[in-house]
T-cell receptor
Framework: GQQLNQSPQSMFIQEGEDVSMNCTSS?????WLWYKQDPGEGPVLLIA?????ELTSNGRLTAQFGITRKDSFLNISASIPSDVGIYFC??????????????FGQGTILTVHP | NAGVMQNPRHLVRRRGQEARLRCSPV?????VYWYRQLPEEGLKFMVY????????ESGMPKERFSAEFPKEGPSILRIQQVVRGDSAAYFC????????????FGPGTRLTVL
């Protein structure tokens, strides 16, 4: 089945630093999504990407849909303590037997030191 | 502006009992999905439903698990004769009619099987 490889697995950074994480796949996705999950809560949608090459921002967050449609990255600029959490990438394939199903990466655990 | 609602938030069952998890999608959303998350892992797709229809149940175990999304009322994920391995967080997501890829998640139900 489809798999997403997300890296790094964890990051420890100082407040104010920029953060970058990415997801790669051996197969093509039509949509890439980035979510943040706080402990004991559900994933919250941060950014959705629908076209290859698309670069989208949401405040201090920027994400890009790779040209090959097999990868995506998420950048967080000037990190703050409330950025702490687990970040997940997710991909969707339009059509076929996977229609409607999101495939998730393993997550990146972000820790921000004040 | 209510998001996806799930209840209960925490559920404790003894081995052999039934667990019933409820999900009310975002108002106006007609697509519902269930995912399972084991500790320190990403979310795994279980089932995709529309009103009164199961669209894709390829991620759901063949035995003991069932899901429904009736014409009226919440979606229900039912686990019969629970075992310790069923302990996990179960998340429901919903999306508008099109596209089904942008999914919004509820806070989850944490199931513990004693």
């Amino acid at each position: 089945g489809q798999q997403l490889n997300q890296s790094p697995q964890s990051m420890f950074i100082q407040e104010g630093e920029d953060v970058s994480m990415n997801c790669t796949s051996s197969s093509i996705f039509n949509t890439w999504l980035w979510y943040k999950q706080d402990p004991g809560e559900g994933p919250v949608l941060l950014i959705a990407l629908y076209k290859a090459g698309e670069l989208t921002s949401n405040g201090r967050l920027t994400a890009q849909f790779g040209i090959t449609r097999k990868d995506s990255f998420l950048n967080i600029s000037a990190s703050i303590p409330s950025d702490v959490g687990i970040y997940f990438c997710a991909g969707h394939v339009a059509g076929g037997t996977s229609y409607g199903k999101l495939t998730f990466g393993q997550g990146t655990i972000l820790t921000v030191h004040p | 502006n209510a998001g996806v609602m799930q209840n209960p938030r925490h559920l404790v069952r003894r081995r052999g009992q039934e667990a019933r998890l409820r999900c009310s999608p975002v108002k106006g959303h007609s697509h519902v999905y269930w995912y399972r998350q084991l500790p320190e892992e990403g979310l795994k797709f279980m089932v995709y439903l529309q009103k009164e229809n199961i669209i894709d149940e390829s991620g759901m175990p063949k035995e003991r698990f069932s899901a429904e999304f009736p014409k009226e009322g919440p979606s229900i994920l039912r686990i019969q004769q629970v075992v310790r391995g069923d302990s996990a967080a179960y998340f429901c997501a919903s999306s508008p009619q099109d596209p089904p890829d942008t999914q919004y998640f509820g806070p989850g139900t944490r199931l513990t099987v004693l």
